[in-house]
């Protein structure tokens, strides 16, 4: 394994070449505040938080599995792992999302493309694996990687990451009913400047009827030792360089946006009159901002650094306060959260900064704001190696200007693995 300096100048110079290269052929969702608009919402205390965890060989039963946490200030088990349900075998546990009635949770594997759809409802403490998609890649028409699921009315769609043919980057969004039974693919498109069909995150914006792609990378990549990758100059140029804005009505792109350096998590602003979204550049290190300007066009822009870009920090996830006025940024290499007031979107000023560990990933905010999430692991390949290799789950407090810390789980003592995404779950939900 290379030193984590070593790495960090490899993947700069490499950003480098592949940024030149102007490939223009070619091509970890977080949270209550940026869950799906058609779904409701736990805007008090949540009381568990449920952790898709990827299986780590040597650690427990070695297999993906689903971790339930109490959260519930008052409970005797506040701050512990107080359920798990193991799919069997490792699928590369990812991302996932709720339904629009939050009765199910879906959560897929980024190797196998297995979807695995568990039932939160009938006892939230204990969510039950009801039903395991393994037909994904045929039923869709090839797209390979299912990258979480977004609440639509009585359906998900699910941005896919790669293709059968290649294991490229090119992809596609595939609609499921809540039951599980397929409905359509819709191909990213590929033609036309800065098209690169490409995904990766997906996010709707009801009122202005559009819907907003962004894009990553290829199975091809993502399962590929990070080192290694780093050091292969043409695995560097397969990566996303455009979002895309849709019709979201008619299922058809309206207008693709060239943003270098792989653009990742999409959150759309809360406010009536808020026309714009913000999203991250991993390989670039910036935050961008998708608007709808005076005329009614919808533009993209640069609108801030996150840490020093030279640096590569690898801004991975990010999550948008409830009045659209913060926005917490988690950047992977450095394992830092940086606090950004974006109350005036066109200029962001970082008001914030703390070192979460020595790798950081995912993180989920309560809807009032007072409460954030922390998880750390990317991809299985990509996580860092040795003593850098921490996973856990860390709580915290926010008074809207510095974290307290509220209790951690270490992910390997406790055999569970490398924890990924988060989604939170309440009884009041299902009761009345």
Not at 240 to 257: I, N, T
Not at 289 to 308: F, H, P, R
Request: glycine share 10%; charged share 25%; hydrophobic share 40%.
């Amino acid at each position: 394994m290379k030193p984590i300096k070593k790495w960090l100048g490899r993947l700069a110079a490499l950003v480098a070449v592949a940024l030149a290269a102007q490939v223009s052929g070619q091509g970890a969702l977080a949270d209550e505040t940026c869950q799906s608009p058609y779904m409701a919402k736990i805007t008090g205390q949540e009381d568990y938080v449920y952790v898709w965890t990827l299986g780590a060989e040597g650690i427990g039963d070695a297999s993906d599995k689903l971790v339930t946490v109490d959260v519930r200030p008052d409970s005797p088990t506040y701050g512990k792992v107080v359920h798990s349900t193991s799919v069997g075998g490792r699928h590369e546990a990812h991302h996932g999302g709720l339904t629009d009635d939050r009765r199910h949770l879906w959560v897929s594997g980024l190797d196998t493309s297995m979807i695995f759809i568990f039932d939160v409802a009938t006892d939230p403490g204990k969510p039950k694996l009801v039903r395991t998609v393994d037909d994904f890649v045929k039923a869709s028409g090839g797209v390979v990687g299912p990258h979480g699921a977004y609440a639509l009315p009585g359906r998900v769609i699910i941005a896919g990451l790669s293709n059968d043919k290649d294991h490229g980057g090119r992809t596609a969004l595939v609609e499921y009913t809540n039951e599980g039974d397929y409905v359509a693919t819709h191909w990213m498109p590929n033609v036309g400047e800065h098209a690169d069909g490409y995904g990766y995150d997906v996010r709707i914006l009801p009122r202005k009827n559009v819907m907003l792609t962004s894009s990553f990378t290829g199975w091809s990549n993502y399962m590929m030792d990070f080192g290694q990758m780093l050091q292969d100059e043409e695995a560097m140029k397969r990566f996303g360089q455009s979002m895309v804005l849709w019709d979201f009505h008619a299922r058809k792109p309206k207008k693709v946006f060239h943003v270098p350096g792989a653009p990742l998590e999409i959150r759309w602003a809360w406010g009536p009159t808020h026309n714009y979204a913000f999203t991250t550049t991993a390989l670039t290190s910036q935050m961008w901002l998708i608007y709808e300007d005076e005329n009614e066009e919808w533009q993209a822009k640069a609108v801030a650094d996150i840490g020093n870009p030279a640096d590569i920090p690898l801004p991975v996830d990010i999550s948008l306060s409830a009045d659209d006025s913060t926005l917490f940024v988690n950047s992977f290499l450095d394992g830092t959260l940086r606090v950004f007031d974006v109350s005036d979107p066109h200029n962001p000023k970082q008001t914030y900064e703390q070192v979460i560990g020595k790798q950081v990933n995912m993180v989920s905010q309560s809807w009032d704001g007072k409460r954030l999430y922390f998880t750390t692991s990317l991809l299985a390949n990509w996580d860092k190696k040795g003593e850098d290799n921490e996973q856990f789950l860390k709580a915290f407090d926010w008074d809207g200007k510095e974290m307290t810390p509220r209790f951690a789980i270490d992910f390997y003592e406790e055999g569970l693995g490398r924890p990924h995404i988060m989604r939170f779950g309440a009884k009041s939900l299902y009761s009345g």
